[in-house]
T-cell receptor, first 115, second 111 residues
Framework: DAGVTQSPTHLIKTRGQHVTLRCSPISGHKSVSWYQQVLGQGPQFIFQYYEKEERGRGNFPDRFSARQFPNYSSELNVNALLLGDSALYLC??????????????FGSGTRLTVV | GDSVTQMEGPVTLSEEAFLTINCTYTATGYPSLFWYVQYPGEGLQLLLKATKADDKGSNKGFEATYRKETTSFHLEKGSVQVSDSAVYFCALAPEGGKLIFGQGTELSVKP
Protein backbone atom coordinates (compact mmCIF):
# COMPACT_ATOMS: atom_id res chain seq x y z
CA ASP A 1 0.00 0.00 0.00
CA ALA A 2 1.17 3.51 -0.77
CA GLY A 3 2.04 5.65 2.22
CA VAL A 4 1.37 9.34 2.53
CA THR A 5 2.46 11.02 -0.69
CA GLN A 6 3.35 14.68 -1.03
CA SER A 7 4.10 16.80 -4.07
CA PRO A 8 6.22 18.45 -5.15
CA THR A 9 9.29 17.26 -3.24
CA HIS A 10 11.16 20.52 -3.68
CA LEU A 11 10.34 23.96 -4.98
CA ILE A 12 11.78 27.43 -5.02
CA LYS A 13 9.58 30.51 -4.93
CA THR A 14 10.16 34.26 -4.82
CA ARG A 15 8.99 36.50 -1.99
CA GLY A 16 5.40 37.62 -2.51
CA GLN A 17 4.44 34.63 -4.62
CA HIS A 18 1.82 32.03 -3.83
CA VAL A 19 2.42 28.28 -3.41
CA THR A 20 0.21 25.18 -3.31
CA LEU A 21 1.39 21.95 -1.72
CA ARG A 22 -0.44 18.66 -2.13
CA CYS A 23 -0.92 15.58 0.01
CA SER A 24 -2.58 12.21 -0.53
CA PRO A 25 -3.27 10.26 2.67
CA ILE A 26 -3.02 6.53 3.17
CA SER A 27 -6.02 4.78 1.65
CA GLY A 28 -8.84 4.72 4.20
CA HIS A 29 -7.43 7.55 6.30
CA LYS A 30 -9.87 10.43 6.65
CA SER A 31 -7.71 12.87 8.62
CA VAL A 32 -4.92 14.99 7.15
CA SER A 33 -2.74 17.36 9.15
CA TRP A 34 -0.09 19.82 8.01
CA TYR A 35 3.10 20.73 9.86
CA GLN A 36 5.90 23.23 9.22
CA GLN A 37 9.43 22.18 10.15
CA VAL A 38 12.00 24.95 10.12
CA LEU A 39 15.61 23.75 9.89
CA GLY A 40 16.88 22.57 13.24
CA GLN A 41 13.49 22.61 14.97
CA GLY A 42 10.62 20.26 15.64
CA PRO A 43 7.52 20.33 13.41
CA GLN A 44 4.84 22.89 14.25
CA PHE A 45 1.15 22.14 13.73
CA ILE A 46 -0.58 24.23 11.05
CA PHE A 47 -3.95 22.59 10.27
CA GLN A 48 -5.97 19.43 10.69
CA TYR A 49 -8.78 18.42 8.34
CA TYR A 50 -11.15 15.56 9.02
CA GLU A 51 -14.07 14.59 6.82
CA LYS A 52 -13.37 17.69 4.69
CA GLU A 53 -13.80 20.12 7.56
CA GLU A 54 -11.14 22.09 9.43
CA ARG A 55 -10.84 20.59 12.90
CA GLY A 56 -7.84 22.45 14.23
CA ARG A 57 -5.57 25.35 13.44
CA GLY A 58 -2.17 26.27 14.83
CA ASN A 59 -0.71 29.70 15.43
CA PHE A 60 -0.10 30.66 11.80
CA PRO A 61 -1.19 33.81 9.93
CA ASP A 62 -4.16 33.96 7.58
CA ARG A 63 -1.77 33.71 4.64
CA PHE A 64 -1.88 29.98 5.31
CA SER A 65 -5.01 28.12 4.23
CA ALA A 66 -5.91 24.56 3.38
CA ARG A 67 -8.71 22.36 2.19
CA GLN A 68 -9.58 18.69 1.95
CA PHE A 69 -11.24 17.12 -1.05
CA PRO A 70 -13.93 14.37 -1.25
CA ASN A 71 -11.19 11.77 -1.82
CA TYR A 72 -9.52 13.02 1.42
CA SER A 73 -6.48 14.46 -0.34
CA SER A 74 -5.51 17.92 0.78
CA GLU A 75 -3.88 21.14 -0.37
CA LEU A 76 -1.97 23.67 1.69
CA ASN A 77 -1.85 27.18 0.24
CA VAL A 78 0.47 29.95 1.33
CA ASN A 79 0.03 33.49 -0.03
CA ALA A 80 2.44 36.42 -0.07
CA LEU A 81 5.44 34.24 0.71
CA LEU A 82 8.07 35.51 3.13
CA LEU A 83 11.66 34.37 3.50
CA GLY A 84 10.66 32.92 6.89
CA ASP A 85 8.25 30.52 5.19
CA SER A 86 11.23 28.51 3.95
CA ALA A 87 10.83 25.12 5.61
CA LEU A 88 9.96 21.46 5.19
CA TYR A 89 6.20 21.09 5.03
CA LEU A 90 4.99 17.74 6.30
CA CYS A 91 1.64 16.08 5.83
CA UNK A 92 0.37 13.42 8.23
CA UNK A 93 -2.63 11.15 7.90
CA UNK A 94 -4.58 9.09 10.40
CA UNK A 95 -7.69 6.95 10.51
CA UNK A 96 -9.49 9.05 13.08
CA UNK A 97 -9.59 12.71 13.93
CA UNK A 98 -7.82 12.07 17.20
CA UNK A 99 -5.88 8.86 16.62
CA UNK A 100 -3.81 8.80 19.76
CA UNK A 101 -3.78 5.01 19.74
CA UNK A 102 -2.45 4.31 16.24
CA UNK A 103 -0.54 7.51 15.77
CA UNK A 104 0.00 9.56 12.68
CA UNK A 105 1.86 8.58 9.48
CA PHE A 106 3.95 11.26 7.83
CA GLY A 107 4.92 11.83 4.24
CA SER A 108 8.43 12.71 3.12
CA GLY A 109 7.58 16.39 2.94
CA THR A 110 7.90 19.29 0.53
CA ARG A 111 11.04 21.39 0.87
CA LEU A 112 10.04 25.02 0.15
CA THR A 113 12.73 27.63 -0.36
CA VAL A 114 11.71 31.28 -0.62
CA VAL A 115 14.28 33.59 -2.19
CA GLY B 1 -0.01 25.03 27.53
CA ASP B 2 1.11 21.57 26.53
CA SER B 3 4.80 21.23 25.70
CA VAL B 4 7.66 18.78 25.23
CA THR B 5 11.29 19.27 26.25
CA GLN B 6 14.09 17.07 24.95
CA MET B 7 17.74 16.93 25.86
CA GLU B 8 19.84 19.01 23.54
CA GLY B 9 22.09 17.43 20.99
CA PRO B 10 24.04 16.49 19.18
CA VAL B 11 24.71 13.23 20.96
CA THR B 12 27.75 11.34 19.69
CA LEU B 13 28.25 7.69 20.63
CA SER B 14 30.45 4.82 19.57
CA GLU B 15 28.85 1.76 18.01
CA GLU B 16 27.40 -0.66 20.63
CA ALA B 17 27.15 2.08 23.29
CA PHE B 18 24.04 2.56 25.43
CA LEU B 19 21.69 5.34 24.38
CA THR B 20 19.40 7.52 26.48
CA ILE B 21 17.59 10.55 25.11
CA ASN B 22 15.62 12.38 27.78
CA CYS B 23 12.12 13.69 27.15
CA THR B 24 9.80 15.40 29.62
CA TYR B 25 6.38 16.84 28.97
CA THR B 26 3.75 19.18 30.34
CA ALA B 27 0.15 18.34 29.56
CA THR B 28 -3.33 18.34 30.97
CA GLY B 29 -5.40 15.22 30.79
CA TYR B 30 -3.99 11.92 29.53
CA PRO B 31 -2.00 12.41 26.34
CA SER B 32 -0.44 9.69 24.24
CA LEU B 33 3.33 9.87 23.79
CA PHE B 34 5.40 9.09 20.71
CA TRP B 35 8.96 8.92 19.47
CA TYR B 36 9.54 9.74 15.82
CA VAL B 37 12.82 9.41 13.89
CA GLN B 38 13.94 11.51 10.95
CA TYR B 39 16.76 10.35 8.69
CA PRO B 40 18.60 12.94 6.59
CA GLY B 41 16.43 14.35 3.82
CA GLU B 42 13.37 12.34 4.83
CA GLY B 43 10.07 12.78 6.64
CA LEU B 44 9.20 11.45 10.09
CA GLN B 45 8.83 7.76 10.88
CA LEU B 46 6.95 6.56 13.93
CA LEU B 47 9.41 4.66 16.12
CA LEU B 48 7.25 3.75 19.11
CA LYS B 49 4.29 4.90 21.15
CA ALA B 50 2.59 4.62 24.53
CA THR B 51 -1.01 5.52 25.20
CA LYS B 52 -1.30 5.42 29.01
CA ALA B 53 0.77 5.62 32.17
CA ASP B 54 3.27 2.76 32.72
CA ASP B 55 2.93 1.56 29.11
CA LYS B 56 6.24 0.61 27.51
CA GLY B 57 6.61 1.21 23.79
CA SER B 58 9.28 -0.75 21.92
CA ASN B 59 10.53 -1.19 18.36
CA LYS B 60 13.82 -2.11 16.67
CA GLY B 61 15.60 -2.39 20.05
CA PHE B 62 14.41 1.03 21.23
CA GLU B 63 12.24 1.33 24.34
CA ALA B 64 10.47 4.11 26.24
CA THR B 65 8.19 3.97 29.30
CA TYR B 66 5.37 6.44 29.94
CA ARG B 67 6.07 7.77 33.45
CA LYS B 68 3.22 9.96 34.64
CA GLU B 69 4.74 10.60 38.07
CA THR B 70 7.86 12.15 36.51
CA THR B 71 6.12 13.31 33.28
CA SER B 72 8.84 11.61 31.26
CA PHE B 73 9.18 9.35 28.22
CA HIS B 74 12.92 8.72 27.88
CA LEU B 75 14.16 6.81 24.83
CA GLU B 76 16.70 4.02 25.41
CA LYS B 77 18.59 1.46 23.34
CA GLY B 78 21.08 -1.01 24.70
CA SER B 79 23.47 -1.10 21.75
CA VAL B 80 23.37 1.52 19.02
CA GLN B 81 24.47 1.00 15.44
CA VAL B 82 25.79 3.43 12.83
CA SER B 83 22.45 3.08 11.04
CA ASP B 84 20.69 4.61 14.08
CA SER B 85 22.25 8.00 13.26
CA ALA B 86 19.28 10.35 12.81
CA VAL B 87 17.26 13.05 14.56
CA TYR B 88 14.85 11.79 17.21
CA PHE B 89 11.68 13.68 18.16
CA CYS B 90 9.56 13.16 21.24
CA ALA B 91 5.92 14.14 20.75
CA LEU B 92 2.68 14.18 22.68
CA ALA B 93 -0.87 13.95 21.43
CA PRO B 94 -3.25 15.77 23.72
CA GLU B 95 -6.99 15.95 23.19
CA GLY B 96 -7.80 17.44 19.81
CA GLY B 97 -5.87 15.59 17.14
CA LYS B 98 -2.58 17.42 16.82
CA LEU B 99 0.96 16.45 17.77
CA ILE B 100 3.23 18.66 19.86
CA PHE B 101 6.91 18.00 19.20
CA GLY B 102 10.10 18.60 21.10
CA GLN B 103 12.97 20.34 19.37
CA GLY B 104 14.65 17.10 18.34
CA THR B 105 17.90 15.41 19.37
CA GLU B 106 20.50 14.59 16.75
CA LEU B 107 22.27 11.28 17.28
CA SER B 108 25.55 10.46 15.57
CA VAL B 109 26.97 6.94 15.97
CA LYS B 110 30.62 6.39 15.02
CA PRO B 111 32.02 2.99 14.01
Amino acid sequence: DAGVTQSPTHLIKTRGQHVTLRCSPISGHKSVSWYQQVLGQGPQFIFQYYEKEERGRGNFPDRFSARQFPNYSSELNVNALLLGDSALYLCASSLAKNDRVNGYTFGSGTRLTVV
Amino acid sequence: GDSVTQMEGPVTLSEEAFLTINCTYTATGYPSLFWYVQYPGEGLQLLLKATKADDKGSNKGFEATYRKETTSFHLEKGSVQVSDSAVYFCALAPEGGKLIFGQGTELSVKP
